[in-house]
């Protein structure tokens, strides 16, 4: 059994620093990226053989995103009610691990849209639990950093999935072989993410604001007027920000870069998404939310990057869409549990991802109705969403608040 130093509080049963806990987490979570983000690499163009329009891409893919976001409500309660955050979160590793593989069977449209959402589905069950562990390993650290240092490990997966998958189309496999591959990492992550279990079992035993007789609640009240206003800011910024998936269907329809070449910009983007995540994470517990000002600007200039037909600039449009994805991947992540009692973590961060999936849902699926009609539409649309996000971000930025610091 480790202990603090200087007589404070012990782990209880765990036999992993906390650090050590956030570090191994990561690997399990970029285990997973390699398999989940290799497959939403190509889902664009993979729904495109079946017929697929760029209306019904978006709205998939926004569907399934409003799933991975929208259930946490649910299962956030569930993980805040039942206390039983590691089978909780095995459980949702295992439904993605399993649903993309599947992809590469084949089937009608339908199905495969099924198992794209089926694999967002798993991200819904297992984020509020895991994200509760790693608010609570994340006391010696701060905040901001243990979660960018698990963002930046998950994204590592998230670049490497892509670039393998890249490498099967490239080979002329196919894209269900290319699904077919992703098997072999979702396994490796069940098994490491036993190993994890086995060495912490009692991740609360990290954090001294969580007391093992606490009465657990799933109420919503008391939750801070901050709360809500950083819910709607985070809403916002999401409206206005495409999924990769229409930038991908953009890249094949048009012609802009070759059908193998759309996963090595989603690789791209992922090595983006880590470097933000780390840097954004030292920046928010050095300045706490006003961090994040900068959001509403980076995402109104994605579009006018992305939806280009020049190839140098879709690849720094690649790179910055990611990097905005890792700001909300990490930082976003880490400002919920500073801003909810910790009791409450599960519910505090599904009721946060409900309210931002929802929007992400609408503004996705409306970006690819747009882009029907005109690219210029699409543009235009997704400006002015992140114009409404920067104002929504004022309340924040005049009052401030206290990030976490370490120790």
């Known amino acids: 059994m480790s202990e603090r130093d200087g007589g404070r509080r012990a782990w209880g049963p765990n036999r992993l620093r906390p650090l ?6 990561g690997v ?3 285990l997973a990226d390699f398999v989940y983000e290799g497959a939403r690499s190509i889902v664009g163009p993979y729904l495109a053989t079946f017929g697929a329009s760029a209306a019904l891409v978006g709205a998939i893919t926004g569907f399934g995103e409003a799933v991975a976001l929208v259930f946490r409500l649910v299962t956030g309660r569930w993980s805040d009610r039942s206390g039983r955050h590691w089978a909780i979160s095995i459980t949702g590793y295992a439904i993605t691990v399993v649903s993309v593989p599947l992809l590469g069977v084949g089937g009608p449209l339908a199905l495969a849209c099924l198992l794209v ?3 967002r589905f798993g991200k ?5 639990a895991r994200d509760t562990m790693l608010a609570e390993a994340s006391t010696e650290t701060g905040r901001g950093w243990a979660f960018a240092v698990h963002e930046a490990l998950d994204q590592s997966g998230a ?5 393998v998958v890249a490498a099967v189309l490239a080979a002329h496999h196919g894209f269900r072989a290319a699904f077919a591959v992703l098997a072999v990492p979702g396994l490796a992550a069940l098994g490491v993410l036993a190993y994890l279990r086995h060495r912490v079992p009692e991740p609360s035993a990290y954090d001294p604001a969580v007391r093992p007789d606490q009465t657990r609640t799933v109420s919503l009240r008391g939750f801070s007027r901050r709360y809500w206003q950083y819910a709607a800011f985070s809403a916002a910024t999401l409206a206005g920000f495409s999924t990769f998936a229409v930038l991908a269907y953009h890249l094949e329809r048009g012609h802009v870069v070759s059908t193998p070449v759309i996963p090595v910009l989603y690789a791209l983007a992922m090595g983006a998404a880590a470097l933000g995540a780390l840097l954004s994470g030292r920046v928010y517990d050095r300045w706490s939310l006003r961090g994040l000002v900068a ?7 994605v579009p006018f990057l992305s939806f280009s037909t020049s190839v140098p600039l879709v690849w720094i449009g690649a790179a910055l869409w990611g990097t905005v994805m890792g700001v909300h991947e990490s930082t976003m992540r880490a400002a919920v549990a500073d801003l909810v009692p910790p009791e409450r973590r599960g519910v505090g961060y599904g009721t946060f991802t409900a309210v931002y999936g929802l929007a992400w849902l609408a503004g996705s699926a409306l970006i690819g109705v747009f882009y029907d ?3 210029d539409d699409a543009i235009v649309f997704t400006v002015a969403v992140q114009a409404v996000a920067a104002l929504a971000f004022l309340p924040l930025w005049r009052v401030g608040q206290a990030g976490a610091r370490p120790g």
């Open 159 to 163: 670049l490497v999935g892509p670039l």
């Open 295 to 301: 959001l509403p600007v980076l995402g109104a200039a």
């Open 20 to 25: 050590r806990f956030v570090l191994v987490f």
């Open 117 to 119: 959402v089926a694999e």
């Open 373 to 375: 009609v005109s690219v």
């Open 124 to 128: 819904a069950v297992r984020t509020p």
């Open 28 to 30: 399990v979570s970029g």
